[in-house]
């Protein structure tokens, strides 16, 4: 009974190519959000929607485009894939409030290899 | 500005030893704040956190967190440490708006 899930959990393509990460969750959340890890572990926030609207955009290629169709998804596309995409990517999700003590919950990441 | 600072990206003990995870933050608000862990091919999950009620914080795994103000510390310990307890370990910091920032990570390492 996965709380955040995440799809694919391997994702190994070429350079140039566009790619799709899908997340769910059944935690009744009302954020959620995509990190991504690079190969030291250091985990950045990309983007974070708060009742289907965008409200953390971080500094990100314009190459990425989130899309949240409801509260308990939010997808990930990546357009021309690069060398430095090559990550593991996290979707996470919380109780939303502007000054919050709620946790996030993680998904188990999608690892992406571009060849 | 907001920030975590974690000190040690490696820390190494051996079995049974105490565990000390060092973390400062940068806050101009009452922060909360967090620690997370991270095992081997999985996403981060929540050990414990502080939201003021208490200055020492239990978690799981026999894990807990004193709140320090005036050192603006949340270090983590742990009495007696496990090899279960290898693992990548995260704070966090949240000051307001959705945004939480998370420090570089501390790598454990337990020896047998």
């Known amino acids: 009974d996965t709380a955040v899930s995440q799809t694919p959990k391997y994702l190994v393509t070429q350079m140039g190519n566009d790619k799709s990460i899908k997340c769910e969750q059944n935690l009744g959340h009302d954020t959620m959000y995509w990190y991504k890890q690079d190969s030291k572990k250091f985990l950045k926030i990309m983007f974070s929607?708060?009742?289907?609207?965008?409200?953390i955009n971080e500094t990100v290629p314009n190459r990425f485009s989130p899309k949240s169709p409801d509260k308990a998804h939010l997808n990930l596309h990546i357009n021309s894939l690069e060398l430095g995409d090559s990550a593991v990517y996290f979707c996470a999700s919380s109780h939303g409030t502007p000054y919050s003590n709620q946790p996030q919950h993680f998904g188990d990441g999608t690892r992406l290899s571009i060849l | 500005a907001q920030s975590v600072t974690q000190l040690g990206s490696h820390v190494s003990v051996s079995e049974g030893a105490l565990v000390l995870l060092r973390c400062n933050y940068s806050?101009?608000?009452?922060?909360?704040l967090f620690w997370y862990v991270q095992y081997p091919n999985q996403g981060l999950q929540l050990l414990l956190k502080?939201?003021?009620?208490?200055?020492l914080v239990k978690g799981i795994n026999g894990f807990e967190a004193e709140f320090k103000k005036s050192e603006t510390s949340f270090h983590l310990t742990k009495p007696s440490a496990h090899m279960s307890d290898a693992a990548e370990y995260f704070c966090?910091?949240?000051?307001?708006?959705?945004?939480?920032?998370f420090g570089a990570g501390t790598r454990l390492f337990v020896k047998a």
């Open positions: 806050s101009s608000v009452p922060p909360y």
């Open positions: 502080y939201t003021s009620a208490a200055t």
């Open positions: 929607y708060n009742n289907k609207e965008l409200i």
């Open positions: 966090a910091l949240n000051t307001g708006g959705f945004k939480t920032i």
